[in-house]
């Protein structure tokens, strides 16, 4: 590239020098930078196998599966200041991973399962107790069965840094934590919003997970909140964790 450099600028009168130096620099820098890094797409890896590595047992690994009734406090912080709670059960089918959300309004109404009677608050509070739990550690055990890929990005300050890509591309981070093995933060990129003074910039959604407590054997977060580009959003306070082994009828219907 500097052989060339020269020799184009042997040919070049004085009075355009800078501008071509400067044109043919900010080329060399661009296509430097737009050229795709080998290492970086051969670090992914089947999802299984990094999994394993770092210590995680993939969906359907023969972990105990539990169900439990979780009650909390969700808080929305609107963008005005002011903020609106709401009492919520989570009722886990650990079979079956699946959540039931019981959402009690403001006014003391539960929640009739229509999103047209939620408010704009309260489908906030909806849409980040689905998130923290669809997106959170359950998608990171599932990513094997859809077979999606995983970088591991080392250790950091909050723990190991796991970086999965789905078929289409999307991309999530968590951070497990190396003792426990419990994921204490994801991110990932959806949509777009509004930055200061009007800028619109990516959407970065980071969920994390804290003030773990034993609950029957397992390590409950009692602590769960959602930032979107670094400004808090919600939260979730559980106040009262009961769990107990799943108890399957496996014998045939008739």
Do not use: C
């Not at 737009?34 to 670090?43: E, I």
């Not at 539990?66 to 609106?84: I, W």
């Not at 709401?86 to 006014?107: C, E, S, Y």
């Amino acid at each position: 590239m500097l052989r060339v450099l020269v020799a184009r600028l042997a040919f070049t009168g004085a009075g355009s020098l800078r501008v071509r130096v400067l044109f043919l620099l900010i080329s060399w820098v661009v296509l430097t930078l737009s050229r795709p890094n080998p290492a970086d797409a051969q670090s992914f890896e089947g999802a299984k196998d990094a999994l394993q590595r770092a210590g995680l047992n993939p969906a359907g690994g023969g972990a105990t599966k539990k169900d439990s009734v979780r009650e909390g406090v969700v808080v929305v912080y609107n963008d005005n200041g002011s903020k609106e709670t709401f009492q919520v059960t989570l009722v886990r089918n650990g079979d079956r991973r699946a959540q039931h959300i019981i959402l009690k309004m403001p006014d003391g109404r539960i929640w009739d399962g229509r999103g047209d009677h939620l408010s704009a608050a309260g489908r906030r509070a909806l849409d980040f107790l689905e998130t923290q739990f669809m997106q959170g550690t359950e998608r990171l055990l599932d990513a094997p069965a859809r077979n999606a890929l995983i970088r591991d990005d080392g250790a950091n300050t909050e723990g190991r840094a796991l970086t999965v890509r789905e078929k289409d591309g999307a991309t999530a981070q968590y951070i497990v934590d190396p003792a426990t093995l419990n994921v204490r933060r994801f991110d990932f990129h959806r949509g777009q919003a509004g930055g200061d003074g009007g800028i619109v910039q990516d959407a970065v959604e980071a969920y994390t997970f804290s003030d773990f407590r034993d609950a029957g054997g397992n390590l409950v977060p009692y602590r769960v909140e959602h930032f979107r580009n670094g400004v808090r959003r919600e939260e979730l306070t559980i106040t009262k964790v009961q769990q107990v082994v799943a108890a399957r009828n496996t014998a045939p219907q008739r």
